[in-house]
């Protein structure tokens, strides 16, 4: 890794990643490229979108889905972040018997998967293409305790999907996210995030937590939102509750984002725990 371990700083990439709809190889391929440019940038940390490998919703999960960790998709993130000896961070769709699973991973630099968030708020039109998850953790990295979520997890009512994390300790929330409008959306007038602004800002504020999440940029070709557009804002708030960085917005506006992380350890609330 580029940071030294003795310090609890990092270097944040959020890969705000153009997504082919269905084209799993060319997803991957493209992944590469990115972490690869986002290594050789002096990151620690990459932080990639919700079911990078497919597209949110896209009927080829059915088919296309496979284990985490052992299938394609992990595989390639494994390898990935052996070779640019990086954390890595995203979503990609799971196949577990008969389930399919809008999961997130977040894989250490020697490949290993340390979490893996199967997400729980999963909206309404999506649960013919996702099952649902039942568990949230937290895992341990060098720069303190990551937590894991998946878009709108952050929703969840009373943000009580965030704050447990908190409540587990979480110094660092990645959330890999695909965020998406309607083709008539006029940025101008309404100009996307505060949605985000208001799950994130509180939570953060309240656990002196960092909570980032890079969303994709693209079409949705298929499924209840087809024609929408995903179009990236990738956010960053910092544990005073201020907005650190915001992408840019469009269906086109992929963009590697960079921010240097410094989360301050801190005991799990409510059980006296210390690190």
Not at 31 to 60: N, R
Not at 63 to 75: E, I, M, N, R, T
Not at 142 to 156: H, K, V
Request: glycine share 8%.
């Amino acid at each position: 890794m580029n940071s030294q371990t003795s310090t609890h700083i990092f270097r944040l990439a959020l890969v705000q990643m153009y997504v082919e709809p269905g084209s799993l190889q060319k997803n991957l391929d493209h992944a590469k490229e990115l972490i690869s440019e986002a290594a050789i940038s002096g990151a620690d940390v990459v932080l990639l979108p919700e079911v990078m490998d497919l597209g949110w919703t896209h009927p080829s999960a059915r088919q296309l889905a496979d284990s985490v960790p052992g299938g394609v998709a992990c595989s390639v993130l494994c390898k990935a972040a052996i070779d640019n000896n990086v954390f890595l961070c995203a979503g990609i769709v799971e196949k577990e018997g008969d389930n399919i699973y809008n999961c997130a991973v977040i894989i250490d630099n020697h490949g290993k998967v340390l979490i893996k968030h199967r997400k729980l708020n999963e909206l309404d039109i999506a649960h013919s293409v996702y099952d649902q998850g039942d568990r949230l953790n937290v895992c341990q990295t060098p720069w303190g305790t990551f937590g894991l979520l998946i878009c709108a997890d952050a929703n969840a009512n009373d943000h009580v999907l965030t704050r447990s994390l908190g409540y587990m300790g979480a110094d660092v929330i990645l959330s890999p996210s695909s965020w998406a409008v309607p083709p008539d959306h006029d940025n101008v007038k309404e100009p996307y995030g505060d949605t985000w602004r208001k799950a994130y800002m509180p939570v953060a504020k309240e656990f002196g937590v960092w909570i980032a999440s890079a969303s994709n940029v693209g079409p949705v070709t298929e499924g209840p939102w087809k024609n929408w557009n995903c179009i990236g804002c990738s956010l960053v708030v910092a544990p005073d509750g201020v907005e650190l960085l915001m992408g840019p917005y469009g269906k086109t506006a992929e963009k590697i984002l960079y921010c240097n992380i410094n989360p301050i350890p801190r005991p799990a609330r409510g059980t006296g725990w210390s690190k």
